[in-house]
């Protein structure tokens, strides 16, 4: 807290230092010219005509959406199906693949520094890239169908359950990983007594969650051929 | 039977926590391990497992060189050493038989244990071990839904399924209440005659290092500085072992165990090792 | 024969002693156990079976999946560095400028919808706003923008900012109810009004957090911004769409590098960001 003697002698309190307050000012004006300049280059790059006539576009698409037409719902069934299946079958495969990828991942597990950093290096790329992109891909590999969204899913998921789960690992008590290690159990063991019991209820509730975003996730993947819901 | 020489450890960040422990410690002997906090009592008996490694020294348990082991060979020494720990360290999410069970871990496969496939003669010995330490009917309850007493217990019961020929106890009381203080450390006490174990028993609580150990080893600062019976431990004693205080008008410093609760080891060295095992 | 729990004790611990122990199932109830798990195998009989593999489409893909795996190691960040550097920049700023937008957008429907500070009907609309931008897919908003706006960074940016609205407003609110109510009182007990109170015992509690989750929400948003370019809302997602329709998977790995190094970027960067305004 800066107190400084004003020219009466009388002592005067402020927030900040001089110093500190400019630093604050240059901190906010470069901010504010980064986002004026990337406005600038997002507005040179659209074609203002079309955005004028938003309103009209807009209640043109919701007049052609309103009512809803029932009478198609009898035929959404099979892709609801198929939407349920990318979502569930891609989840477990998802997770079965990031379970062990999370143990080498987690500090406290992992067997090798080495191999951690090449966890990582798994969780990170599969969590850069979202699973549209990834089915994208295996559209053009496998072929368009349900396959292709399962195990773009699955890529996917790898990275948020990992992630998670790595960081659920590393949180647990050490002592009772340490009271199995000293019984003379294999590292295995170790992990199946010491570690595994630990982090099973978050495992579950991670893998829950996953399964939710990946119900939602998969509705979109039929816009790039992987199964339907979308493109009908 | 076990025969610390040289012993020293120095951690990473540079602090030593042991220097130079020469001790020798005869089959059936049980032995209390006293000292301030931070005076490295975790440590040495950590080394002698190697959950911690020492950095120089060597640990021979009846013959057998430990500090050079790996792999197979440690985890064959280490069924050999029971421990027990403060805080119980039980699985809290594992039931009580299969805590007891894991203490079998040194002998059974990995798909075996996976599988809760243990020999009928562990599950008769675990069962018996149980009822020894009066807790047979808890057999299908949580860890963590036990008392205090109740799940160092359990501990206590764990160690001996290994069949160890020497027990490692670490401060088993400095959770527990006054009684249940007593009535843990009698247990082992009763145990280690029974079976003609060897114990290190790692304790704040002087007075009951003095009421139930057959000798007192005095550390400070990764030291000894005291090694006799209990009879031979006098106030000046315990000044060089802890620092200046009246000894004489204190009754007895049993509250110790209360201020002095919190481990001074560094946790995640520890931790690590643990859990990689043999490296 | 049905047991009562305590013979069932009893008949375990007498188990026990004859050398038989088996951990206690995790449903007790036998019938249940059996319906569950026939309810799960013919589940996964239905779901294999639905999904149709045109094995013959895979094998001639195969060759053109180990061809894509291959470009990794050789990704060709040159020939189509023109495209990749005007898809990276309309990226980039979409980010920024969504970001600060729907930042300064979401902080005012934050406080509205967090209930220990906002007036029960403002609580109401605020939550309404929550939802709404919470129930749909990015790329479903941004088809929507797409239409209204046309194709380009502006419908990306607008979706982008939209989609941040509900995501800060629902954590910050989430906060904001969570935060310690003694210091609201005290500072409340001195006579502040409503936006001192705000500004004095509010503020100081959420701001790290505010700036946390702003910092994660930036790499969301750059990692969306990747996606709603497939469906015409610009970006660097429009470059790697075209890339691989025309099967360049040099230029795809190059551009799936990029993302992934940004993303990288910016986790180091939002940790350091973290620890510093703590």
């Known amino acids: ?232 | ?279 | 024969m049905k047991l009562t729990e305590e013979a069932l004790s009893e008949q375990r611990q007498q188990d026990a002693l004859a050398g038989r122990w088996r951990r206690l199932p995790l449903i007790q109830s036998p019938l249940l156990r059996l319906t569950l798990l026939v309810g799960l195998v013919t589940y996964l009989i239905l779901a294999l079976s639905s999904v149709e593999v045109n094995w013959a489409r895979v094998a001639e893909g195969a060759g053109r999946g180990l061809e894509f795996l291959a470009a990794f190691t050789r990704p060709d960040f040159i020939s189509r560095w023109d495209d990749i550097w005007a898809g990276l920049l309309e990226s980039l700023t979409m980010t920024v400028t969504s970001t600060v937008i729907g930042v300064a957008l979401a902080v005012p429907v934050g406080l509205g919808a967090a209930r220990n500070i906002a007036p029960m009907p403002v609580y109401w609309v605020c939550r309404g706003i929550i939802a709404v931008s919470r129930t749909f897919q990015e790329v479903i908003i941004a088809i929507l923008f797409v239409v209204m706006f046309g194709f380009g960074p502006f419908a990306g940016m607008i979706t982008l900012a939209f989609a941040t609205i509900g995501f800060m407003a629902k954590l910050l609110a989430e906060d904001i109810e969570d935060l310690d109510e003694r210091q609201v009182e005290a500072v409340r007990a001195t006579g502040a009004g409503w936006w001192q109170t705000l500004n004095h015992a509010v503020q100081p509690q959420v701001m790290p957090r505010l700036i946390g989750l702003s910092m994660y929400r930036l790499d969301i948003n750059f990692r969306e911004s990747a996606v709603i370019g497939i469906v015409g809302a610009g970006g660097i997602g429009a470059t790697l769409n075209t890339s691989i329709n025309r099967y360049e998977y040099d230029t795809s790995a190059a551009v799936l590098l990029i993302i992934i190094a940004i993303v990288l970027l910016s986790e180091y960067s939002s940790s350091f960001v973290r620890r510093w305004t703590q």
């Open chain 2, 1 to 279: 039977m076990l025969k610390l020489s040289g012993l020293g450890k120095r951690y990473p960040t540079g602090d030593r926590a042991l220097t130079n422990i020469e001790l020798t410690l005869p089959k059936g002997q049980v032995m209390a391990l006293i000292g301030p906090s931070g005076a490295g009592k975790s440590t040495l008996i950590r080394c002698v497992n190697r959950l911690v490694e020492p950095t120089e020294g060597s640990v021979t348990l009846e013959g057998v060189e430990l500090t050079r082991l790996s792999g197979q060979k440690l985890r064959q020494a280490r069924r050999s050493m029971g421990m027990i720990f403060q805080e119980y360290a039980l699985v809290d999410r594992l039931t009580v038989m299969e805590n007891v069970l894991s203490g079998q871990l040194g002998y059974v496969g990995f798909w075996r244990s996976f599988l809760r496939r243990y020999p009928q003669s562990a599950v008769v010995e675990a069962f018996r071990l149980l009822e020894r330490v009066g807790l047979p009917h808890a057999l299908d309850k949580r860890a963590d839904a036990l008392s205090g007493g109740q799940r160092q217990r359990v501990g206590i019961a764990r160690a001996l399924l290994q069949s160890p020929k020497l027990l490692l106890v670490d401060e088993p009381t400095a959770s527990l209440d006054p009684k249940t203080s007593r009535q843990i450390m009698r247990l082992i006490r009763e145990l280690c005659a029974e079976r003609e174990l060897a114990a290190i028993i790692n304790i704040h609580d002087v007075a009951l290092a003095q009421q139930f150990a057959d000798r007192i080893v005095g550390l400070r600062a990764g030291e000894i500085v005291f090694d006799g019976p209990p009879g031979e431990l006098t106030s000046d004693i315990l000044t060089t072992i802890y620092g200046e205080e009246d000894w004489d008008t204190t009754p007895e410093p049993e509250d110790n165990s209360v201020d002095e609760r919190d481990d001074p080891t560094p946790p995640t060295p520890m931790a690590r090792v643990a859990a990689g095992g043999a490296r």
């Open chain 1, 1 to 232: 807290m800066p107190v400084s003697t004003s020219p009466q002698g009388q002592p005067q309190w402020r927030l900040r230092t001089t110093k500190a307050q400019w630093l604050g000012y240059l901190a906010w004006l470069a901010g504010i010219s980064l986002f004026l300049l990337c406005w600038k280059v997002i507005s040179d790059n659209t074609m203002w005509v079309f955005v004028e006539d938003a309103g009209r576009q807009g209640t043109d698409l919701i007049s052609r959406m309103l009512p809803p037409e029932w009478t198609y719902a009898h035929q959404l069934w099979l892709p609801m199906w198929d939407t349920l299946n990318i979502a569930t079958l891609g989840t477990a495969l998802g997770i079965m693949m990031a379970f062990p990828v999370a143990f080498l991942a987690a500090r406290n597990t992992t067997p090798h520094p080495l191999i951690r950093s090449l966890a990582l290096t798994i969780i990170v790329s599969s969590r850069s890239i979202n699973s549209l992109i990834w089915a994208m891909l295996l559209v053009t590999i496998l072929g368009p169908g349900v396959l292709a969204g399962i195990i773009a899913i699955a890529l996917r998921s790898i990275g948020f359950v990992g992630k998670l789960l790595y960081e659920a690992i590393e949180e647990i008590h050490p002592t009772p990983v340490e009271a199995i290690a000293a019984t003379g159990a294999s590292r295995m063991q170790v992990m199946s007594y010491g570690v595994l019991p630990q982090v099973l209820p978050a495992f579950a509730g991670i893998s829950v969650y996953r399964w939710d975003i990946n119900i939602r996730e998969s509705t979109v993947l039929g816009l790039v051929g992987a199964g339907v819901l979308v493109c009908s």
